[in-house]
């Protein structure tokens, strides 16, 4: 459910099991390394509200300022298409004490836990946002005007959601952040980009956006907060934060402050259509591959821990959400009633208790009579708590860097590996390995950055060549070319390497790929340095974790490769493709919010009414 805080706005939706999980970079979905196939604790550093068996156990990796890092996710219930209303949010936090910790077991919000009772620097836990941020949530008075529905809140404060009616602990999340966008009290996140059925909204979000508005908050002192917080409750608006006072009518008590939290200060995000996704589907899009966005990543990011994070919203139109009437007022009153939300204009009824008489209510599990007959009744499988489902995943802790000065004012694309060990169902809802982006377009004097990292501690059950639950990849050029394929007119009169129907690799003297020297193209094929010999033929003996570094790109042509160990015919498609040109290349995403592009000595702008008479 995202929530936009001019006039109480709100969507609401369907009951659905929609999850979302990230492949680069890797979402976490709170696995810490666990050898299982389920996670061990969902809760351990944020709600994500997907499957257990989601989310790779490793995915720390480095990424340069200024390059282009392809975010690539796969969500169940559909995007960008007529079946809801749907809404990505990709943003990025980073902070020094930022870390995926060593155990599985969730950060304590007790200080006398935790190692010099600072929870904070206690390395065994994962953390994202702090203990500061937590106690704040969990003491600051929830938005009271919010749709509940007939769900029954069991605090009153910024923990308790409709989603999270229990207050149930995540790490140190705020479930009141998390379940509404754009938040209005302050938040480490800054975003990347929305991406959204309906455009008309963008404006309002790029607007509304922490990264360009600054937020408010009633200040306390620390130690008054620290001291008093069970019984301490902070205001969450200006007029009873400047009324209050602790204790309560006593003339010498501390004073609230209404204070301002400046803006992050950076670029709003962009914002466009959510492209489509199919329904109960963690597949493809249009294109044959997951759908992606392509963050340049900005120098405002440059931080050795950071952490990317997509919530993903999804709801249906039983009403309009965003006329700014569906708030508080109509939750339900009294157990068992049912919310009183007024369907009946939907459904041609003539009023809200004939809708009520016939079930046509907002609330758990109504029975419809949708024959006229109340002796038979047609009951839905509702959750009230779930209605404009919000999800997310995470990455785990990864750094970005300054660029070295030859990387200045240079393209810089990255190539990664998604995946982990096992056959597609041992996976799901992750995925078996593959190269990303699979297909790179690129010119000749751009960087490509190869790396990789994985596991080895995937179920050993799980199938897949070498040592049993191991994560290893290499990189080689495939063997040329045996019958025709169809590349595209574009590729024609310019040279070829390899041949993606191919299982064998072409002799590495006999190989070129990215211009690499024969030493650069041996790193890739033996997964050095990092190992010195060793049992090598399956990469046993080889790191999970391969950094070739930016490399620029000499040759044109079109270069196909793979990975000599996942080659099995069940999953032998760890496969990839570089195009480059010879002539400058620039891709863009836009749509109906319009766009530019910068070409060599020239400009391109498309008007965001452009599509509309096209």
């Not at 979402?27 to 989310?55: M, T």
């Not at 963690?282 to 997951?290: D, E, K, R």
């Amino acid at each position: 459910m995202f929530y936009a805080n001019l006039g109480f706005i709100l969507l609401i939706g369907q009951l659905v099991n929609g999850d979302i999980y990230m492949h680069n970079p890797r979402g976490s979905n709170n696995r810490l390394d666990e050898q299982g196939r389920e996670r061990n604790n969902g809760n351990r550093v944020f709600d994500s509200q997907n499957n257990d068996r989601g989310g790779y156990n490793v995915g720390s990796l480095y990424y340069y300022a200024g390059s282009i890092l392809p975010i690539e996710w796969t969500s169940q219930h559909s995007c960008g298409g007529p079946n809801n209303h749907c809404e990505l949010i990709v943003q990025y936090m980073c902070d020094e004490n930022l870390r995926d910790g060593a155990t599985t077991t969730t950060i304590p919000d007790n200080p006398a836990l935790c190692e010099n009772y600072l929870c904070n620097t206690d390395l065994r836990y994962g953390m994202h946002e702090d203990f500061q941020y937590y106690m704040d949530c969990k003491m600051r008075l929830r938005n009271d005007n919010l749709f509940l529905a007939d769900q029954q809140l069991k605090g009153n404060t910024a923990r308790f959601t409709r989603q999270n009616p229990q207050g149930t602990r995540r790490g140190y999340e705020c479930p009141e952040e998390r379940d509404y966008y754009p938040y209005w009290h302050p938040s480490p996140w800054r975003d990347i980009a929305i991406m959204t059925n309906n455009v008309s909204r963008c404006s309002y979000y790029q607007e509304e956006s922490e990264n360009v508005k600054s937020r408010y908050y009633c200040y306390l002192p620390y130690t008054l907060k620290v001291q008093n917080q069970r019984n301490l409750r902070i205001p969450n608006n200006k007029e009873d934060c400047e009324a209050f006072v602790y204790p309560a009518n006593d003339a010498n008590g501390t004073r609230g402050v209404w204070t301002e939290s400046p803006s992050h200060g950076i670029d709003p995000p962009m914002c466009q259509e959510a492209e489509f996704s199919r329904d109960n589907h963690l597949g493809n899009g249009p294109s044959g591959y997951p759908n992606l966005f392509n963050w340049t990543i900005p120098e405002d990011a440059i931080a050795e821990k950071c952490a990317v994070r997509i919530r993903y919203n999804i709801s249906t139109a039983e009403f309009d959400g965003w006329d700014g009437s569906t708030n508080a007022t109509l939750n339900e009153v009294q157990n068992n009633e049912g919310s009183l939300l007024d369907l009946s204009s939907k459904y041609g009824l003539s009023d809200l208790e004939e809708a009520r008489d016939r079930g046509y209510v907002l609330e758990n599990n109504p029975q419809t009579d949708i024959f006229d007959n109340d002796k038979l009744v047609l009951q839905l499988a509702i959750n009230t708590a779930q209605f404009g489902r919000t999800f997310q995943d995470r990455s785990h802790a990864m750094a970005m860097r300054s660029p070295p000065d030859e990387l200045v004012n240079s393209r810089v694309f990255n190539v990664n590996v998604r995946g982990k060990r096992g056959n597609i169902v041992q996976v799901y809802p992750a995925v078996e390995y593959d190269f990303v982006p699979n297909t790179l377009m690129a010119s000749v004097g751009d960087y490509v950055h190869i790396q990789w990292t994985g596991s080895n501690t995937n179920p050993r059950n799980n199938d897949g060549q070498g040592l049993a639950g191991t994560d290893r990849s290499n990189m080689v050029l495939q063997a040329d070319t045996v019958y025709d394929e169809d590349s595209g007119s574009v590729w024609e009169g310019r040279s070829k390497f390899g041949h993606w129907g191919r299982s064998y690799p072409e002799i590495l003297d006999d190989s070129t790929l990215l211009g690499l020297t024969r030493p650069q193209r041996e790193m890739l094929a033996l997964v050095a340095p990092g190992q010195f010999r060793g049992e090598m033929s399956e990469l046993d003996d080889a790191g999970t974790y391969f950094d070739l570094g930016p490399q620029k790109v000499t040759t044109a042509g079109v270069a196909h490769y793979m990975c000599t160990r996942n080659n099995n015919f069940s999953n032998r498609s760890q496969k990839g493709k570089l195009v480059v040109m010879d002539i400058p290349i620039v891709e863009a995403q836009i749509g109906s919010m319009g766009g530019e592009m910068e070409l060599p000595q020239k400009y391109v702008y498309i008007s965001a009414s452009f599509f509309a008479y096209a």
